[in-house]
């Protein structure tokens, strides 16, 4: 990865990577795997969560205000976007 950020979160250096304005992959955090900013929440539980039906209100409210419904609803932009990007080109018929 290049193009890496560095801030001072509670005293520490949090190194990452911006996929988006919520969504990252941090060195040292969940194996490099996309996470919300600031959190070790893996996007992946989220989507599943979504995909299960819950409702993403309910998911806002379990995470106490540690991912907003922008961050989930960017998780979801980002990783509907790379599921196109990687479809086949069909010829016309």
Same mark, same amino acid.
């Given at each position: ?5 560095? $801030? =001072? %979160?509670?005293? $520490?250096?949090?190194?990452? #990577?911006? !996929?988006?304005?919520? +969504?990252?992959?941090? +060195? ?12 070790? =929440? $893996? =996007?992946?539980?989220?989507? @599943?969560?979504?995909?299960?039906? @819950? #409702? =993403?209100? $309910? ?7 540690? +991912?907003? /419904?922008?961050?989930?609803? @960017?998780?979801?932009?980002? %990783?509907?976007? /790379?599921?196109?990007?990687? !479809?086949? #080109?069909? @010829?016309?018929?």
């Amino acid at each position: 990865m290049s193009d890496f950020l560095t $801030e =001072i %979160v509670a005293g $520490e250096p949090y190194h990452y #990577h911006p !996929l988006g304005d919520f +969504v990252v992959r941090a +060195v040292g955090i969940c194996g490099g795997r996309p996470t919300f900013k600031y959190t070790r =929440i $893996e =996007i992946t539980g989220t989507l @599943e969560r979504l995909a299960a039906g @819950e #409702h =993403i209100d $309910e998911i806002v409210k379990g995470y106490r205000g540690r +991912v907003s /419904q922008a961050a989930m609803m @960017e998780a979801v932009r980002l %990783v509907t976007d /790379q599921f196109i990007k990687t !479809l086949p #080109h069909l @010829e016309s018929a």
